[in-house]
């Protein structure tokens, strides 16, 4: 266990850690985390999951939310600079994309419907405010947000709130902010949440008999629909100037690893829609217009 200080936080973490030169201010923060709390996990797990496979699952997101958030980490400070910034993380679930960005900006916000994961969140304790909200309507004020992170939430909003949550996000972002945007693939044939093939492009009541055979859910709670490229990119493109960084980010040698599985032909070629089709999901970095 390494025990260090930022500013007056004090951090427990089983990793470690980084120091970073942004225009000449050296900065220590943490580039590893781990869920060090036993009993937070188990306390989690007992509370939010039905049954064995989705605790086995949960356990791996963990693990992946937090890679995945400081690769994420990584690329946006190479564009922006993120200290003595307000930072909101719209479908938070627990918030440990902020476990990194709470170390350098000077308001963390993590917003999310779910009142459990929420409370899950807060037991962290890394220095984040949570809020109740929904995505149509977030509790956040206009025109006061440096960096909104929108990662793989809006294939779990009613596709007549899509727009909304576009809308609402270019709201609450200062002028010529930055937005992270992130969903899953329609056209990619795993499921990425019940990690199940086809599940996606099939009739909602075939989805849950798929789910109950497979002893995955009940029903299927964990996605509602998934827009295809086209649809997102129209949405994102009416509020911002947007950047696709997909490739960016498969090209590293973390997410090479993941999806090792995938031909080195689609993993190396250049970037293009056309070529994108193969790959799991899409991110975008956005600059608001006003």
């Keep these: 266990m390494i025990l260090f200080k ?105 917003v999310d419907l779910n009142k459990k994961a929420l409370k899950f969140g807060k037991r962290l304790k890394i220095g984040a405010e949570f809020l109740v909200g929904d995505t149509a309507c977030l509790p956040v004020n206009s025109d006061s947000v440096d960096l909104v992170l929108c990662n793989y939430v809006i294939e779990h909003i009613p596709k007549q709130k899509w727009a909304d949550l576009i809308k609402e996000i270019h709201r609450v972002l200062k002028s010529e902010a930055t937005l992270y945007f992130s969903a899953p693939n329609l056209y990619w044939p795993i499921e990425q949440h019940y990690n199940l093939p086809f599940l996606h492009w099939l009739p909602r009541n075939l989805r849950n008999t798929y789910l109950r055979l497979t002893r995955r859910d009940d029903h299927c709670n964990w996605f509602t629909e998934i827009p295809c490229y086209k649809q997102i990119i129209t949405m994102l493109e009416n509020h911002f100037n947007v950047s696709n960084v997909t490739f960016d980010l498969f090209s590293t040698s973390y997410f090479k690893k993941r999806f090792s599985y995938l031909p080195s032909f689609i993993r190396t070629m250049s970037k293009s829609n056309l070529t994108s089709i193969f790959l799991p999901g899409w991110h975008f970095i956005c600059r608001k217009i006003n």
């Design 6 to 110: 930022i500013g007056k936080k004090v951090v427990l973490s089983d990793l470690y850690i980084e120091v970073l030169d942004l225009n000449g201010h050296f900065i220590l923060i943490v580039v590893g985390f781990m869920i060090t709390d036993e009993k937070w996990e188990s306390d989690f797990l007992t509370e939010c999951t039905k049954n064995n496979w989705q605790k086995k699952h949960m356990i791996k997101s963990f693990k992946w939310n937090v890679e995945r958030g400081k690769i994420i980490g990584d690329l946006l400070l190479q564009r922006i600079n993120l200290v003595g910034t307000t930072v909101l993380d719209v479908g938070c679930w627990v918030g440990l994309w902020l476990t990194e960005i709470s170390k350098i900006s000077l308001l963390s916000l993590g």
